[in-house]
């Protein structure tokens, strides 16, 4: 897929609809994707309402391309249709635990990422907001999601109006590991990240963030054991409240 090659996330788009067919099409033809026992344990909701997009806003820490896109798409895992499938038909499902949330957040993922792939496909920009399970109560009570329904993946979709920079990547003997698992060695954490940090935009990055290295941006501004030790707990909350825990 010559688009995976080339991809980038697109943060801004033309003022242009993506048409309801099209994007109907796109979502049935992702349904083709792998998925745990042929049951789909996922949906997704569209918001391109203007006002609902800006309530959505806060949830992703108002990044811009949650208002600025035509369509946000959220991917949630879903037990509620199956366990309600089951109920109906004389079944006894039994759902209400951490295993089905992994199974139905793992379908959600692929779902969302063979989506994404076709929507590049097309033409169509993307870009993946991780921040959808750092708040998801907030998610889940705006989209008015019931039991057993909870959001896993968030992407922002419209008509690309920039052409950024490609992402870089780690080399790929950074993450293969022949048969078992091989611990990395120091001179391997500087085999693999030393490209990485040589790049100039990583430079600047440390520099405009007055850290010493790249990696305390990540762990001591970005991604701090504060935070996401407080984010878990919110994330364990919003569980028991779907009912997956």
């Not at 909701?45 to 391309?65: E, G, S, Y």
């Not at 963030?209 to 996401?228: E, G, P, S």
Request: glycine share 4%.
């Amino acid at each position: 897929m010559e688009s995976l090659i080339h991809r980038r996330s697109i943060r801004k788009y033309q003022d242009k609809e993506v048409d309801e067919q099209l994007l109907r099409r796109l979502l049935e033809q992702a349904e083709h994707t792998p998925t745990m026992g042929n049951l789909q344990l996922y949906s997704v909701v569209i918001t391109r309402d203007p006002k609902m997009k800006k309530r959505l806003a806060p949830a992703h820490f108002a990044q811009p391309m949650v208002t600025g896109a035509p369509v946000v798409l959220t991917f949630c895992a879903d037990y509620r249709r199956t366990t309600l499938w089951g109920e109906q038909r004389k079944g006894h499902p039994g759902y209400d635990n951490l295993l089905s949330f992994v199974n139905a957040a793992t379908d959600a993922l692929l779902y969302c990422q063979t989506f994404c792939n076709l929507a590049e496909e097309a033409g169509l920009g993307t870009c993946f907001l991780g921040t959808t399970i750092y708040q998801p109560q907030a998610i889940i009570d705006l989209l008015e999601l019931p039991p057993l329904v909870f959001p896993i993946a968030t992407i922002t979709l419209g008509w690309p109006d920039e052409d950024p920079a490609q992402s870089d990547r780690l080399p790929l003997n950074g993450i293969v590991h022949e048969e078992v698992y091989h611990d990395y060695t120091p001179q391997q954490i500087d085999d693999i990240y030393g490209p990485k940090e040589n790049l100039p935009e990583n430079k600047h990055f440390v520099e405009i963030n007055h850290t010493d290295t790249l990696a305390q941006v990540f762990t001591d501004i970005r991604y701090t054991a504060k935070d996401c030790k407080a984010m878990s707990e919110e994330l364990k909350k919003a569980l028991h409240h779907q009912g997956f825990m």
